[in-house]
């Protein structure tokens, strides 16, 4: 799917993406040449597509997100991002909890997630401002648990969130906005593609 829509969708180091930088296919490279030229719904679908993969959500269920984004007074494209950001399991991620969004998302289907101290398995369960996302205590020394608090002094967490190391808590201290708001696809296209 990276492959196919030019930009790395997984997260992943290892992305197929980075080894073969061409659309799959029998004719390889060559096909690169011959890429055909989208039409105006082309592309909006192919960013919607993007989006979808990326953060892991079905057709109806990214409808309802794009439903509930134009109810807003204001730009439906900047409040889509918002609420797609905004999913528990993309917060996760964002926190380096998890390695990739797929991983998120198991983490907390699997009962690992503890929502301001009560256990959330719903991966799309959205988040506030204030709230505080961490692992239950019992599940902190498990292996691929263990494996990610490790490594989350590497991470980079975004200007909204905030993690704290001692306590191995994230916070949510405000809305996304901005420059964080910036992703592979564009959304303006999406909405574009939801309002014909």
């Known amino acids: 799917m990276c492959r196919r829509d030019g930009v790395s969708l997984c997260g992943k180091d290892h992305c197929a ?22 039409s105006g719904y082309g592309l909006q679908l192919r960013e919607k597509q993007k989006a979808k993969r990326l953060y892991g959500v079905l057709e109806k269920q990214f409808a309802r997100y794009v439903e509930e984004a134009s109810r807003r007074k204001g730009n439906t494209a900047e409040f889509l991002v918002q609420v797609l950001e905004s999913r528990l399991d993309n917060v996760v991620y964002r926190l380096g909890l998890g390695k990739t969004r797929r991983q998120a998302r198991q983490i ?49 967490t975004p200007k909204w969130l905030s993690f704290d190391f001692a306590t191995t808590t994230g916070k949510i201290t405000a809305i996304p906005e901005g420059e964080d708001l910036r992703q592979v696809f564009d959304p303006t296209l999406i909405v574009e593609f939801y309002s014909r």
């Open 17 to 38: 993406l980075k080894r073969r930088h061409f659309p799959p296919g029998v004719h390889g490279p060559k096909s690169l040449k011959r890429r055909p030229r989208l």
């Open 108 to 156: 907390v289907s699997h009962g690992f997630i503890v929502v301001n101290g009560k256990p959330v398995t719903i991966p799309s369960y959205r988040v506030a401002v204030g709230d505080e996302i961490g692992f239950k205590e019992s599940k902190k020394n498990k292996g691929i648990t263990k494996e990610n608090l490790d490594g989350i002094q590497k991470h980079e």
